[in-house]
Protein backbone atom coordinates (compact mmCIF):
# COMPACT_ATOMS: atom_id res chain seq x y z
CA UNK A 1 0.00 0.00 0.00
CA UNK A 2 1.32 3.28 -0.62
CA UNK A 3 1.98 5.44 1.91
CA UNK A 4 0.09 8.81 2.18
CA UNK A 5 2.39 11.69 2.21
CA UNK A 6 0.89 15.02 2.20
CA UNK A 7 3.09 18.52 2.51
CA UNK A 8 1.77 21.93 2.70
CA UNK A 9 3.16 25.20 3.03
CA UNK A 10 1.27 28.05 3.80
CA UNK A 11 0.38 31.97 5.12
CA UNK A 12 -2.52 31.00 6.69
CA UNK A 13 -3.10 29.24 10.36
CA UNK A 14 -4.20 25.25 10.29
CA UNK A 15 -6.54 23.53 12.10
CA UNK A 16 -5.04 20.50 14.23
CA UNK A 17 -8.76 18.45 14.30
CA UNK A 18 -9.29 18.89 10.21
CA UNK A 19 -5.92 17.92 9.08
CA UNK A 20 -6.05 14.59 11.51
CA UNK A 21 -9.60 14.05 10.45
CA UNK A 22 -7.80 14.17 6.17
CA UNK A 23 -5.13 12.22 7.23
CA UNK A 24 -7.22 9.68 9.17
CA UNK A 25 -9.98 9.05 6.21
CA UNK A 26 -7.03 8.71 3.33
CA UNK A 27 -5.78 6.06 5.20
CA UNK A 28 -8.76 3.97 6.50
CA UNK A 29 -9.18 1.40 8.94
CA UNK A 30 -5.71 -0.11 9.51
CA UNK A 31 -4.30 2.71 11.27
CA UNK A 32 -3.30 2.15 15.04
CA UNK A 33 -1.91 5.05 16.16
CA UNK A 34 -1.61 8.68 14.48
CA UNK A 35 0.75 10.56 16.42
CA UNK A 36 0.98 14.98 16.28
CA UNK A 37 3.61 17.47 16.83
CA UNK A 38 2.44 21.17 16.66
CA UNK A 39 5.72 24.01 16.76
CA UNK A 40 4.99 27.38 18.04
CA UNK A 41 6.53 30.47 17.61
CA UNK A 42 8.87 30.83 21.01
CA UNK A 43 8.31 34.46 23.14
CA UNK A 44 10.76 37.07 22.21
CA UNK A 45 14.24 36.36 22.83
CA UNK A 46 17.37 38.90 22.68
CA UNK A 47 18.77 39.72 19.25
CA UNK A 48 22.62 38.94 18.91
CA UNK A 49 23.47 42.57 19.26
CA UNK A 50 21.93 41.91 22.93
CA UNK A 51 20.06 45.19 23.26
CA UNK A 52 16.62 44.48 21.46
CA UNK A 53 14.12 41.63 22.10
CA UNK A 54 12.37 39.79 18.63
CA UNK A 55 8.53 40.76 18.23
CA UNK A 56 8.29 38.76 15.01
CA UNK A 57 9.58 35.72 12.88
CA UNK A 58 9.67 36.13 9.15
CA UNK A 59 9.83 32.74 7.22
CA UNK A 60 10.32 32.77 3.79
CA UNK A 61 10.74 29.76 1.18
CA UNK A 62 11.54 29.24 -2.65
CA UNK A 63 8.11 27.35 -4.00
CA UNK A 64 8.87 23.94 -5.04
CA UNK A 65 12.21 23.54 -3.46
CA UNK A 66 11.21 23.88 -0.24
CA UNK A 67 7.97 21.81 -0.81
CA UNK A 68 10.55 19.10 -2.22
CA UNK A 69 13.06 18.77 0.37
CA UNK A 70 10.25 18.13 2.91
CA UNK A 71 8.85 15.54 0.90
CA UNK A 72 12.41 14.18 0.61
CA UNK A 73 12.29 14.11 4.51
CA UNK A 74 8.64 11.87 4.32
CA UNK A 75 10.59 9.62 1.48
CA UNK A 76 13.09 8.92 3.89
CA UNK A 77 10.82 8.51 7.05
CA UNK A 78 8.94 5.57 5.24
CA UNK A 79 12.00 4.14 4.22
CA UNK A 80 12.59 3.81 8.04
CA UNK A 81 9.43 2.91 9.73
CA UNK A 82 6.12 1.11 8.46
CA UNK A 83 4.06 3.97 7.68
CA UNK A 84 0.43 4.37 6.53
CA UNK A 85 0.48 8.11 6.61
CA UNK A 86 2.30 11.55 6.75
CA UNK A 87 1.08 15.30 6.61
CA UNK A 88 3.57 18.23 7.32
CA UNK A 89 1.89 21.71 7.20
CA UNK A 90 4.34 24.53 7.95
CA UNK A 91 3.39 28.07 7.59
CA UNK A 92 5.44 30.49 6.13
CA UNK A 93 5.09 34.71 6.31
CA UNK A 94 5.32 37.01 9.47
CA UNK A 95 4.51 35.21 12.51
CA UNK A 96 4.26 36.39 16.09
CA UNK A 97 5.32 34.53 19.12
CA UNK A 98 2.33 31.80 20.30
CA UNK A 99 1.33 31.68 16.35
CA UNK A 100 1.15 27.64 15.15
CA UNK A 101 4.47 27.48 12.98
CA UNK A 102 4.64 23.71 12.27
CA UNK A 103 2.16 20.63 12.29
CA UNK A 104 3.25 16.99 11.51
CA UNK A 105 1.25 14.11 11.54
CA UNK A 106 2.08 10.72 11.16
CA UNK A 107 0.14 7.54 11.16
CA UNK A 108 0.98 3.81 11.48
CA UNK A 109 -0.10 1.08 12.53
CA UNK A 110 1.99 0.65 15.81
CA UNK A 111 2.58 3.96 18.01
CA UNK A 112 6.54 2.81 18.29
CA UNK A 113 6.76 3.38 14.37
CA UNK A 114 4.73 6.62 14.70
CA UNK A 115 6.36 8.76 17.72
CA UNK A 116 9.95 7.31 15.90
CA UNK A 117 8.98 8.79 12.62
CA UNK A 118 7.38 11.79 13.99
CA UNK A 119 10.46 12.98 16.11
CA UNK A 120 12.68 11.83 12.96
CA UNK A 121 10.66 14.50 10.16
CA UNK A 122 11.14 17.70 13.18
CA UNK A 123 14.73 16.60 13.32
CA UNK A 124 15.26 16.74 9.54
CA UNK A 125 12.61 19.87 9.37
CA UNK A 126 14.99 21.96 11.63
CA UNK A 127 18.03 21.53 9.58
CA UNK A 128 17.20 19.93 6.01
CA UNK A 129 14.01 21.79 4.85
CA UNK A 130 14.76 24.61 2.78
CA UNK A 131 13.03 27.72 5.04
CA UNK A 132 15.06 31.01 5.80
CA UNK A 133 14.26 32.42 9.12
CA UNK A 134 14.65 36.03 9.82
CA UNK A 135 13.96 37.29 13.86
CA UNK A 136 13.23 41.25 14.10
CA UNK A 137 12.14 43.68 15.72
CA UNK A 138 10.65 46.81 13.62
CA UNK A 139 13.85 47.16 11.04
CA UNK A 140 16.37 45.98 13.12
CA UNK A 141 16.70 41.68 12.74
CA UNK A 142 19.11 38.71 12.37
CA UNK A 143 18.55 35.82 9.31
CA UNK A 144 18.92 32.97 11.85
CA UNK A 145 20.39 29.40 11.13
CA UNK A 146 19.77 25.81 12.55
CA UNK A 147 21.65 25.70 16.23
CA UNK A 148 24.61 23.15 17.44
CA UNK A 149 21.61 21.21 19.31
CA UNK A 150 19.95 20.42 16.11
CA UNK A 151 22.62 19.31 14.27
CA UNK A 152 23.30 17.39 17.59
CA UNK A 153 19.55 16.00 17.54
CA UNK A 154 19.90 15.06 13.65
CA UNK A 155 23.27 13.11 13.99
CA UNK A 156 21.79 10.89 16.62
CA UNK A 157 19.65 9.45 13.09
CA UNK A 158 22.82 8.09 11.18
Known amino acids: MEVSKQVSIQTADFDLALEYERLRTEIGNSVGAIVSFIGLVREQRLLSGGDELTQNLRLEHYPGMTEASIEKILVESDTRWDLLGQRVVHRV ?5 SDQIVLVL ?3 EHRTDAFAACEFIMDYLKTRAVFWKFEGSGDKGEWVSSTSNDYDRLAKWS
Do not use: H, R, W
Open 93 to 97: GDLEP
Open 106 to 108: VAS
